[in-house]
């Protein structure tokens, strides 16, 4: 069974820092794109981050500078830095496993920024 746990998500004033992570399992998880994607209720699900096998990230323009993802292939878990957070950040942030036609999504977990 595949699974993508995640953690990490709470409450935190403006300006501050959270790391979220996504432990995987059931797949061959040095093969796959991961990446991190927020939702705000009501609204289309959006692209935060991604990171191939070979370290190539690409980030939404709205967080560059602010937001790192990074991954531990020995512990199968990819890890978002937020740093300097905003409340346009609040969102749920899912975590996403892509391989060829494969994608397998985590269950969410709520980020929210207060000002």
């Known amino acids: 069974q595949v699974q993508l746990v995640e953690s990490g998500g709470g409450l935190v004033q403006a300006g501050g820092s959270l790391r979220l992570s996504c432990a995987a399992s059931g797949i061959t998880f040095s093969l796959y794109t991961m990446g991190w994607y927020r939702q705000v209720a009501g609204k289309q699900r959006e692209l935060v981050a991604t990171l191939t096998p070979g370290g190539s990230s690409n980030y939404a323009d709205s967080v560059k500078g602010r937001f790192t993802i990074s991954r531990d292939n020995a512990k199968n878990t990819v890890y978002l830095q937020m740093n300097s957070l905003k409340s346009e950040d609040t969102a749920v942030y899912y975590c996403?496993?892509?391989?060829?036609?494969?994608?397998?999504w985590g269950q969410g977990t709520q980020v929210t920024v207060s000002s």
């Open positions: 996403k496993a892509h391989f060829t036609s494969l994608d397998y």
